[in-house]
T-cell receptor
Framework: AQKVTQAQTEISVVEKEDVTLDCVYE???????LFWYKQPPSGELVFLIR??????QNEISGRYSWNFQKSTSSFNFTITASQVVDSAVYFC????????????FGGGTRLMVKP | ETGVTQSPTHLIKTRGQQVTLRCSSQ?????VSWYQQALGQGPQFIFQ???????GRGNFPPRFSGLQFPNYSSELNVNALELDDSALYLC?????????????FGPGTRLTVL
């Protein structure tokens, strides 16, 4: 069965520091998709990125970057030069080709960026 | 904003009552999924509707049921409410319901069961 683990429950940094959020997943499928979502205090989950299992290229979008490594079943997320507005709970999620559109979420990492 | 709307925003019920939550999907999306998020946890998949049919279900009892309408909006019904049903209920819509499809979430309905 699929599983997503986010071992860091809470991280606190000072503004402008870089921070990496870890995500480790388990799946038996060879085709799967990984996602990151941001949940600000308002509650709505905001989509950040989707990656498929065949594409191990790292991706950068502004201050955000993602490192996907199949060898370690990890999909880590780095925020460079963090800002107070980055404060939120971040979720990593997995969907499998054989499980339709169902997302399995990790427990989330609460990021607090202090000024 | 994703274009996914949910109502009501907050709801307070007592144990044993029934509740209906509503969701309007983003324009052009025909799939709606529902998730339950308990405080301090990640969302848990309840079920998904694709073109008005249930298309996958998580580990939730039958007292959790749903509907999808021809305009692809959806309802989540929970009967015989229990205290543990207190949670944020999130609705998400996607274009096709496939595993690669990105799900876009609404703001959620916070249900409190007393």
């Amino acid at each position: 069965a699929q599983k997503v683990t986010q071992a860091q429950t809470e991280i606190s940094v000072v503004e402008k520091e870089d921070v990496t959020l870890d995500c480790v997943y388990e799946t038996r499928d060879t085709t799967y998709y990984l996602f990151w979502y941001k949940q600000p205090p308002s509650g709505e989950l905001v989509f950040l990125i989707r990656r498929n299992s065949f594409d191990e290229q790292n991706e950068i979008s502004g201050r955000y970057s993602w490192n996907f490594q199949k060898s370690t079943s990890s999909f880590n997320f780095t925020i460079t030069a963090s800002q107070v507005v980055d404060s939120a709970v971040y979720f990593c999620a997995l969907s499998e080709a054989n499980a339709g559109n169902m997302l399995t979420f990790g427990g989330g990492t609460r990021l607090m960026v202090k000024p | 904003e994703t274009g996914v709307t949910q109502s009501p925003t907050h709801l307070i019920k007592t144990r044993g009552q029934q509740v209906t939550l509503r969701c309007s999907s983003q324009s052009g999306h025909n799939t709606v999924s529902w998730y339950q998020q308990a405080l301090g946890q990640g969302p848990q998949f309840i079920f998904q509707y694709y073109r008005e049919e249930e298309n996958g279900r998580g580990n939730f009892p039958p007292r959790f049921s749903g509907l999808q309408f021809p305009n692809y909006s959806s309802e989540l019904n929970v009967n015989a409410l229990e205290l543990d049903d207190s949670a944020l209920y999130l609705c998400a819509s996607s274009k096709t319901g496939g595993p690669a499809d990105t799900q876009y979430f609404g703001p959620g309905t916070r249900l409190t069961v007393l």
